[in-house]
Structure formats: structure tokens, C-alpha cells
């Protein structure tokens, strides 16, 4: 079982910056992909970005290219979302996630934190 806490949430104005960060107390941290997704009022939960369990590979939704960064440091068992230039439409509930293997469907995914609240103002 791989039980994850999301943090770094909050509000913020357009254009500002906010750090996302995702940790476990699992001792296999190292072993699995992580990934990050978000989910807006009354829509569904959308791929963000995903490392692979080495962090060699990344992977972004199309749109977030060059805004947001994953990264990971499997010696503190954190994975990160740095985004950056944040809009109103960025405004949602940020999900960590952790897997065997890499997807962008939320049904790729097997373990799940509760989420951090971005707000992006205008």
C-alpha cells in the first residue's frame, strides 16, 4: 500500500508561481512511476505530467508544456510540479498518483493522494 500527501497548494494570482509537492512514507517509493493530475469543478480528472521511476523520463500534457516541470527526489520520497506563468483556467484540485507503469487515463493509475486546491485569480 502506498499511501501519498499532496501539499503546497493555495492561492495565487495570474501569473505567479506555486510548487507542488507529493510524499510517502512507502519504503518502495523508488520502484513506481508518479504522476500528477488535476481535476476542476464539474469536469474530469485531467493528465498533468508523469516521471518515470528513475526520473529519466518525463511526460507532459500537451498544454502544460513549458510551464510546469515534474520532478522527483526518490531520497526524500517526493515528486514535485513546479508551475510556472499560472492562469485561472490552471485553477483545480492537484492529485499525486503513483503506479507500475506510466498512462494518461486516471484508470492507468493504482494509488491516489486526497489532493491540494490550487486558485489561480485573475
Known amino acids: 500500500q502506498v499511501q501519498l500527501v499532496e501539499s503546497g497548494g493555495g492561492l495565487v494570482q495570474a501569473g505567479g508561481s506555486l510548487r507542488l509537492s507529493c510524499t510517502t512514507s512507502?519504503?518502495?517509493?523508488?520502484?513506481?512511476?508518479m504522476g500528477w493530475f488535476r481535476q476542476a469543478p464539474g469536469k474530469e480528472r485531467d493528465f498533468v505530467a508523469a516521471?518515470?521511476?528513475?526520473?529519466?523520463?518525463?511526460y507532459y500534457a500537451e498544454s502544460l508544456k513549458g510551464r510546469f516541470t515534474i520532478s522527483r527526489d526518490n531520497t526524500k520520497n517526493a515528486v514535485y510540479l513546479q508551475m510556472n506563468s499560472l492562469k485561472p483556467e490552471d485553477t483545480a484540485l492537484y492529485y499525486c498518483a503513483a503506479s507500475g507503469r506510466i498512462g494518461t487515463y486516471s484508470r492507468d493509475w493504482s494509488y491516489w493522494g486526497q489532493g491540494t486546491q490550487v486558485t489561480v485569480s485573475s
Open positions: 516521471i518515470s521511476w528513475s526520473g529519466y523520463n518525463t
Open positions: 512507502g519504503r518502495t517509493f523508488g520502484a513506481y512511476d
